[in-house]
């Protein structure tokens, strides 16, 4: 079946203008996270969703990032005013957990490479 | 946060058998220890996942001392395709989304 898909693949942008990243998790998975990854570094959490409920934006490195889950299944990540240390790669995940389990097995999607000029 | 620590890197030949271990000494009761396998532009993929003493699928075993401060993971018999990086994430079930971070992972390298 299909697995998690991203896009678009790779951004480029300017600095301060704004960028929307999509994630379409597998259907029929509740849970979806956001991650990001600089170059050379792990992957640093930024959001969770689970279901209809409130997101733990708890990660988010600042108010310039935001996101959406609309119908409980496509996200939207958007980045404000970009910054140069917002180059990076953005992922995205989901699970099937009805629970937010972290035991749970995530799918990730490619990602999306930004990179702000 | 029960923080990990593992090799940056790791070089291994095709046939042999590769242990990572994870070092996790503030690791809490109701963690779990999961192991992801990341390909060069690609998202992480799951591995292997547990609580303690032993787990083995098909790609991999997962061994866990009874104090659970660490763990390794048991590649047998790697090829140049296990060429990647693998992480070790710590995390409890049922929440604590924030304190969720993969860490640098560990950089496995198999050569011919």
């Known amino acids: 079946g299909a697995g998690v898909s991203q896009s678009p693949s790779n951004k480029v942008t300017e600095k301060g203008k704004d960028v929307e990243l999509r994630c379409d998790p597998i259907?029929?998975?509740?849970?979806l996270y956001w991650y990001r990854q600089s170059l050379g570094q792990g992957l640093e959490f930024l959001i969770y969703f689970q279901g209809n409920s409130a997101p733990d934006k708890s990660g988010l490195p600042s108010d310039r990032f935001s996101a959406e889950r609309t119908g409980g299944s496509v996200s939207t990540l958007t980045i404000q005013r970009t910054q140069q240390e917002d180059s990076a790669v953005y992922l995205c995940?989901?699970?099937?957990?009805?629970?937010?389990?972290?035991?749970?097995?995530?799918?990730f999607g490619p990602g999306t490479r930004l990179t702000v000029l | 946060l029960a923080k990990t620590t593992q090799p940056i890197s790791m070089d291994s030949y095709e046939g042999q058998e590769v242990n990572i271990t994870c070092s996790h000494n503030n690791i809490a009761t109701n963690d779990y220890i999961t192991w992801y396998q990341q390909f060069p532009s690609q998202g992480p993929r799951f591995i292997i996942q547990g609580y303690k003493t032993k787990v083995t699928n098909e790609v991999a075993s997962l061994f866990i001392p009874a104090d659970r401060k660490s763990s390794t993971l048991s590649l047998p018999r790697v090829s140049l395709s296990d060429t990647a990086v693998y992480y070790c994430?710590?995390?409890?079930?049922?929440?604590?989304?924030?304190?969720?971070?993969f860490g640098k992972g560990t950089m496995l390298l198999v050569s011919p």
């Open positions: 994430l710590v995390a409890p079930s049922g929440g604590g989304y924030s304190t969720l971070t």
């Open positions: 259907s029929g998975h509740t849970a």
């Open positions: 995940a989901s699970s099937l957990s009805r629970f937010g389990s972290v035991t749970d097995t995530q799918y």
